[in-house]
C-alpha cells in the first residue's frame, strides 16, 4: 500500500470509531479480514496512525478544516511534516484532494487547552487540578506513543542477565531508575526474543513497577492480589519477594486472568489464582499483604489506551468511585491485623486517588502509612498508590 492509500484506509476507520461501530482494535481487525491484499506492514502502519490520531484526535482535528477521521489524518500529515498534496490528492486509492478550507487550517496555539492536550472538556478543571503546574507537560506526554517497559525478573537473573539477552536479539534497550527496570523504543518486538520467551523480562511500565515496589512485599509474606487483572502486580511480587511466600491472585472477571499460569511459568514464580471468593475463604484475616488496583478512569495511562478518555463522563467517573470504594471494603476483610493494605490507581485525577484513599482511612479505621504519585511527565504512567495499616 501507498503512504496515501494507509491514510485512505485509517480515514474509513476512525469514521467508523467516531460514529460508534466499535473501538479501534475491532474495527483494525474487522478492515484486515475485509482487505487480504494488505501485508503485515501495513497493517501495522494502518495501526499506528489511527492510534496516534486517537491519541491526538482534538489537536489533530484542528489544525485542518475538515471533520472526522479526515481531519485527524490532515492534522497528524501536517503535524508530522508528511507531504501533503501527494496524500491527499484524490488519484488513485489516495484520499480527495483538500479544499481550499482544509488548506487554510488553524493555528495550533489558538486552541484552547482541552483541545492542545486532547482530553474532553469538562476534564479540564479536575485535571489542572490534580497536576498543578505539571498539567502541560504531563498532558503532551499522555499524546505521544509509549515506549516500551520491561521488568528484569529477579527469579532469572535480574537486569544484567535481561539486558545481555536482549543485546543479543539486537533489541535497543537502557535501564531505568527503578531497580529492575529496562525500557526499549516503541514498537520493540519483545515476544520473539529469548529474554521474553525464558521469563527473563516481562512487560510492565515503569511506574506500575514503582507501585509493586512501593507496596514492599517481604520474602515469606501471604500476599493477595485482589484486583489482578492480567497478573502483572503478582509477576512483580514473585520477583520482590524471591520466591519466597504465597501470592494469591483474584479478580472479579476471572477471564482476565486466564493467562497468567502460562506467565507464572515462563518466569518461575509459583501464583495461586483464585477464581472466585470462595476460594479465599481460608484467607479471611490472615493475609499480610493486600493489594488492591483498583477500577479507574485510567487516565494516567491514556497513552497507551487513548480510547479511554473520550468514553469517560462524568456518570462513568462516579460509578469508578463507588467500585473503588466497593473493591476497597472487599479487600480489607482478608487483612490480618498489622497487616498493610495498598490502594492503587493508574489514574491522575485527585477524586480516585488521595481523596479515596483518606476516605478509606477514615472510614475503616486505618493509618494511612504512605503515598505514591507519578505523573506522566516523568517519563512513564501516571500512577498513585496510598499504603495503609490496620
Known amino acids: 500500500m501507498t503512504p496515501a492509500a494507509r491514510v485512505a484506509a485509517a480515514i474509513d476507520v476512525l469514521d467508523r470509531w467516531e460514529a460508534g461501530e466499535d473501538r479501534a482494535e475491532p474495527l483494525l481487525r474487522r478492515w484486515g479480514r475485509a482487505n487480504r491484499f494488505a501485508g503485515s506492514g501495513d497493517r501495522r502502519a494502518l495501526a499506528d496512525i489511527v492510534y496516534e490520531c486517537l491519541r491526538r484526535r482534538r489537536s489533530l482535528a484542528w489544525l485542518s478544516g475538515a471533520v472526522g477521521g479526515r481531519a485527524m489524518t490532515h492534522g497528524l500529515a501536517l503535524a508530522s511534516g508528511w507531504p501533503v498534496g501527494a496524500i491527499f490528492s484524490g488519484e488513485g486509492h489516495a484520499p480527495a484532494a483538500l479544499s481550499a478550507e482544509e488548506l487554510e487550517g488553524r493555528a495550533p496555539d489558538d486552541a484552547p487547552d482541552p483541545v492542545r492536550f486532547d482530553h ?3 476534564l479540564e478543571a479536575p485535571l489542572k487540578a490534580a497536576l498543578g503546574p505539571r498539567y502541560a507537560a504531563s498532558m503532551a506526554a499522555l499524546g505521544v506513543r509509549a515506549p516500551v517497559d520491561l521488568r528484569a525478573n529477579r527469579l532469572k537473573g535480574g537486569r544484567v542477565a535481561a539486558l545481555e539477552a536482549l543485546a543479543g536479539a539486537g533489541i535497543a534497550a537502557a535501564p531505568l531508575e527503578a531497580p529492575d527496570a529496562i525500557r526499549c523504543p516503541p514498537g520493540a518486538r519483545i515476544a520473539a526474543s529469548r529474554a521474553f520467551s525464558e521469563g527473563l523480562v516481562e512487560p510492565q511500565d515503569e511506574a506500575s513497577q514503582a507501585g509493586a515496589a512501593f507496596a514492599a512485599p517481604r520474602p515469606g509474606e501471604t500476599v ?59 484467607l479471611r484475616s490472615r493475609v499480610d499483604l493486600v493489594f488492591v488496583d483498583a477500577p479507574c478512569s485510567g ?35 482478608y487483612l490480618a491485623p498489622g497487616g498493610r493494605i495498598v490502594y492503587a490507581t493508574c489514574a491522575l485525577l485527585a477524586e480516585e486517588n488521595g481523596a479515596q484513599a483518606r476516605w478509606m482511612a477514615a472510614e475503616h479505621g486505618l493509618k494511612l502509612d504512605a503515598e505514591l504519585s507519578r505523573a506522566p511527565d516523568e517519563g512513564a504512567d501516571g500512577f498513585y498508590a496510598a499504603r495503609l495499616i490496620r
Do not use: Y
Open 299 to 333: 487516565s494516567g495511562a491514556w497513552r497507551r489506551d487513548p480510547e479511554a478518555k473520550w468514553r469517560l463522563t462524568p456518570q462513568i467517573l462516579a460509578t469508578r468511585l463507588d467500585e473503588q470504594r466497593a473493591a476497597f471494603k472487599g479487600a480489607l476483610a
Open 224 to 282: 493477595l492480589d485482589f484486583c489482578a487483572g492480567g497478573g502483572g502486580k503478582s509477576l512483580a511480587f514473585a520477583s520482590l519477594m524471591g520466591g519466597e511466600g504465597r501470592i494469591v491472585a483474584h479478580d472479579s472477571a476471572p477471564g482476565r486472568m486466564r493467562d497468567l499460569p502460562a506467565r507464572a511459568a515462563r518466569a518461575g514464580a509459583s501464583i495461586e489464582i483464585a477464581p472466585d471468593l470462595a476460594a479465599l475463604d481460608g
Open 120 to 122: 474532553p472538556d469538562w
